[in-house]
């Protein structure tokens, strides 16, 4: 990097389509999309059912869910390692060091999120709607959709912030992705190691994009939202 | 057009000895009763006699504490389509009035094809084709009582459960749902409901069941319970007295 001020260097290198750079940022997406999206087909409904039945240890999963949310993203990359580490029960499928390594461990830090705010979501919809859904004969598994669909723009909070975490999160895929270049390197494990370096042009880079993307797809988010809401009627 | 009377009738409903308690307070005591097919039956008595919550036993919503509650087939329970409720306050998904209407019809199992002309009939029915398209829960909310007894009326049930249906409208809100009231028995539903207004009980009434502090005190002809009820809390309610 020829340029001293590594603020004009990151544009520069933005600019320019660098390949390295594109890569890094697509496998980073790619990521934490698959997680998110695992996490969501696994956490809403799971969270919904959660929000609608009772049974002993209720309590206690609901405490643990909200608990993980703050799970500290190396206790889970540092799990997910043992696991799939040569010696532990998954060792045979050889993913340790594979971007699917990096979707497992982020999944184990969203699904939480996805999950408790669902259940929060859906509980507070089916304490209003409970018993005009049980006189349609709509309870049960039946109402899952219902609820899901009825607490859609609320739920979307629960998207972002479940995109957020993943997105920001670094201390998990360092561990089970191992940083390798053009392999498993993402945008944060990039930014940790180019700034270690000394390569504040490329790190700053990537901070950008990064940043950018979050501002995007928020941004995206709100006004849907916003559009949904007004189309919809919502009165909260 | 489906009748609501076609098929075997689960009529009547047989009520044995039904009490229900909650934290050892008892809310309605051996209640016997039986509501038979025809004409109109008002459920009648002061706040908290009990009404709202005999309406949701029937219905299934609640389980008895003792005695029993069975239509002709069987024990009653919420879901069978062959029975309806609309609540004191109409309970409406965060979605357009038609989408509302559509969303019952999927319940009860009806195809889709079906779904959407079966919603657009009823829309029109009752004069709500203007307000299909828009989000149910903005709606005023006369418009949202007479949206949640379209949706009940679009499943076409033989037996039709509504609690105070217009104790918020006003006069002309009131006489459009007393219109869908009628529609309601034209179609061969039948009728049970539960009213403040008594000059609207008078209007609607084939007969009267009259619960007092959870009790049944008496069920009686309207002609005859408006004229000279047999008990004396309906006496003391009828002339506007404290009832005790
Ligand atoms: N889930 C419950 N837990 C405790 N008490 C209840 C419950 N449901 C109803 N009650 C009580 O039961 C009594 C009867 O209630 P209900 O709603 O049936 O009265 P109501 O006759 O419909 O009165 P209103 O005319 O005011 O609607 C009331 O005293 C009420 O407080
Ligand atoms: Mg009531």
């Keep these: ?236 | 057009m489906v009748s609501a009377a076609e098929g075997s009738s689960i009529l009547p409903l047989t009520l044995r000895g039904v009490g229900y308690s909650v934290a050892g307070r008892v809310l309605l005591d051996a209640v016997d009763l039986e509501i038979g097919p025809e004409g109109r039956t008002l459920i009648l008595g002061a706040n908290g006699a009990g009404k709202s919550l005999l309406l949701r036993l029937c219905h299934g919503l609640l389980q008895p504490g003792a005695g029993s509650i069975r239509w002709s087939d069987g024990p009653t329970r919420a879901g069978d389509p062959r029975h309806a409720m609309v609540f004191q306050r109409p309970i409406l998904l965060r979605r357009s009035a038609r989408a509302n209407i559509l969303h019952a019809l999927a319940m009860i199992g009806l195809p889709a094809a079906e779904r959407r002309q079966r919603a657009e009939e009823t829309l029109a029915r009752f004069g709500l084709g203007a307000l299909a398209e828009r989000p149910a829960r903005v709606l005023s909310g006369g418009e949202q009582q007479r949206l949640a007894m379209a949706r009940a009326w679009s499943l076409k049930p033989q037996v039709l459960f509504l609690d105070e249906p217009t104790s918020a409208l006003d006069p002309a809100g009131t006489r459009a749902v007393e219109e869908m009231i009628a529609a309601f028995a034209e179609g061969g539903t039948k009728i049970v409901m539960t009213t403040h207004d008594l000059a609207q009980a008078r209007r609607l009434a084939d007969e009267v069941v009259f619960l007092h502090q959870g009790r049944l005190a008496e069920r009686t002809g309207a002609a005859e319970f408006f004229d000279m009820p047999a008990s004396a809390p309906a006496r003391s309610f009828l002339k506007g007295e404290l009832p005790w």
């Design chain 1, 1 to 236: 990097m020829s340029e001293s001020n590594p603020f004009v260097a990151a544009w520069l290198l933005i600019a320019s389509g660098d390949p390295t750079l594109a890569g890094i940022v697509a496998l980073s997406l790619r990521v934490t999309l698959s997680a998110l999206a695992i996490s969501l087909v696994i956490g809403l409904p799971c969270g919904a059912f959660l929000a609608m039945s009772r049974f002993p240890g209720r309590g206690l999963l609901v405490i643990g869910c909200n608990a993980l949310m703050g799970l500290p993203p190396v206790v889970a990359g540092l799990a997910i390692y043992l696991l799939l580490s040569r010696s532990g029960p998954l060792g045979p499928l050889g993913l340790l060091f594979t971007p699917s390594a990096m979707v497992m461990a982020q999944t184990v830090l969203i699904l939480p999120i996805v999950l408790s705010l669902s259940r929060q979501v859906v509980e507070d919809l089916w304490e209003e709607y409970e018993e005009q859904l049980r006189s349609l004969g709509c309870s049960g598994a039946r109402a899952i959709p219902t609820l899901l669909w009825d607490g859609r723009f609320s739920l979307i909070t629960a998207i972002l912030a479940g995109f957020g975490r993943a997105s920001a999160e670094v201390g998990a895929v360092l561990i089970v992705g191992g940083n390798i270049a053009g392999h498993t390197r993402t945008i944060t494990t990039a930014i940790a190691l180019e700034t270690a370096k000394g390569e504040l042009a490329l790190a700053l880079g990537l901070g950008i994009i990064l940043l950018g993307l979050t501002l995007i797809l928020n941004g995206g988010a709100y006004l849907m939202g916003q559009y949904a809401r007004r189309s919809a009627g919502q009165p909260w």
